[in-house]
């Protein structure tokens, strides 16, 4: 069930952060307590897969997470982008894989913050390693936000 804000989100549990991207999905989870996030590595997609939910709605069943946040790709002024759509659309599906609870956050700069909490790092490794670093920045933010709810 997708929700439309974090008032009904559960406050206690592993949650699933997520940085939906056509090519490589980005993935961290929260301890229970929501006191920790790690990063988890990235889900690679082959040219044209489309089972994105499919692969998410597993590895959320083998994290055992209470709930996913999903990063939302929108403009500076608010506006969406044709990704915004596919992100929405991929929540759609993931919301018929699993009966998690499903929360979308905006993500205006997560790669950026993400990218400078890393440090020097080669650009191989930033490749590899900056979706799911995005998704530990969805993941921190949307905790925030749960404990404000």
Same mark, same amino acid.
């Given at each position: /069930?997708?929700? #439309? +804000?974090?008032?009904? !989100?559960?406050? &206690?549990?592993?949650?699933? *952060?997520?940085?939906?991207?056509?090519?490589?999905?980005?993935?961290?989870?929260? %301890? #229970? =307590?929501?006191?920790?996030? !790690?990063?988890? +590595?990235?889900?690679? /997609? #082959?040219? *044209?897969? &489309?089972?994105?939910? +499919?692969?998410?709605?597993?590895?959320?069943?083998?994290?055992?997470?209470?709930?996913?946040?999903? *990063?939302?790709? @929108?403009?500076?002024?608010?506006?969406?982008?044709?990704?915004?759509? =596919?992100?929405? %659309? !991929? =929540?759609?599906?993931?919301? &018929?894989?699993?009966?998690?609870?499903?929360? *979308?956050?905006?993500?205006?700069?997560?790669?950026?913050?993400?990218? &400078?909490? /890393?440090?020097?790092?080669?650009?191989?490794?930033?490749?590899?390693?900056?979706?799911?670093?995005?998704?530990? @920045?969805?993941?921190?933010?949307?905790?925030? /936000?749960?404990?404000?709810?």
């Amino acid at each position: /069930m997708i929700l #439309p +804000d974090f008032k009904a !989100f559960p406050r &206690e549990g592993r949650v699933l *952060g997520i940085d939906w991207g056509l090519r490589r999905i980005g993935v961290a989870v929260s %301890d #229970p =307590m929501h006191n920790f996030v !790690f990063v988890r +590595d990235v889900i690679n /997609m #082959p040219r *044209g897969a &489309e089972n994105h939910a +499919d692969l998410v709605a597993d590895l959320a069943a083998q994290e055992n997470v209470v709930g996913i946040v999903v *990063g939302v790709p @929108v403009y500076a002024d608010g506006s969406y982008s044709d990704t915004t759509k =596919m992100v929405y %659309d !991929f =929540m759609e599906k993931l919301s &018929e894989k699993t009966s998690l609870p499903i929360c *979308g956050i905006e993500e205006n700069l997560t790669s950026h913050a993400a990218q &400078e909490s /890393m440090g020097r790092v080669r650009v191989r490794d930033l490749k590899q390693r900056l979706d799911s670093e995005s998704a530990r @920045v969805i993941l921190e933010n949307a905790i925030a /936000m749960i404990n404000r709810a």
